[in-house]
């Protein structure tokens, strides 16, 4: 019984996390005026937010305690590819550049961490709205975790006080017109956060609709231990 339950959430969300960790390593290409979205997006942006929606349908079906346990694995997950998948595709020739021990070191800190807290934020923040209406919980439990998850991965993983984890990546901490387009100038990191962030609140809002449809047909609502 204990297997059944996990088995669905568990490999959605490591799917999710090996796809978007596939994902960020490609620019997303387009332009909205002046906006080179390249310039601070990659797919990655578009696959990851939806671990939430994992994390929050474990959470109304199963209770707090299984989805802890599905981020945990999910946890796993990002820390494993963000050191194994880089270097796979640069060997296979799909990655025109290759990252150096410490900088991926450094980058799995930040995505496990990242995803550790924001997710742990999401489950406690559902949990205070859970009796509310519907979209309340997802609508922003997501949102806090986007928020958490934003701030704690680029930060550990771009700004400069944190080299002792591994080496800064001098590229990101160039400064240039902020979102490509702006007077005001910023590291490079900054313009990729927001531009992350922004595509989180646009799927967290897109998520309500498959949140919506899984619950009604497939989750019933039913007490579940905290």
Known sequence: ?????????????????????????????????????????????????????????????????????????????????????????????????????DRLFRIAIASGGAFLVAQLLDIAVFNRLRQDSWWRAPTFSSLSGSVLDTMTFFTIAFAPIFVFIGANDQFALE?????????????RWVSWAIGDFTVKLVIAIFALIPYRVIMQRFMPYRSVPA
């Open 1 to 101: 019984m204990l297997s059944r339950i996990y088995a669905l959430p568990v490999a959605a969300m490591a799917l999710i996390v090996l796809a978007s960790n596939v994902a960020v390593q490609y620019p997303f290409h387009g332009q909205v005026g002046g906006l080179q979205l390249a310039d601070i997006l990659t797919y990655g942006a578009f696959i990851y937010p939806f671990a939430f929606l994992v994390t929050d349908l474990t959470n109304r079906r199963h209770g707090a305690r299984v989805a802890r346990r599905v981020v945990i694995a999910g946890f796993a997950a990002a820390v494993v590819c963000s050191l194994v998948v880089p270097p796979l595709l640069y060997d296979l020739g799909l990655l025109g550049f290759s990252s150096t021990a």
């Open 175 to 187: 400064s240039s017109p902020l979102l490509g387009v702006l007077s005001t100038e910023a590291p």
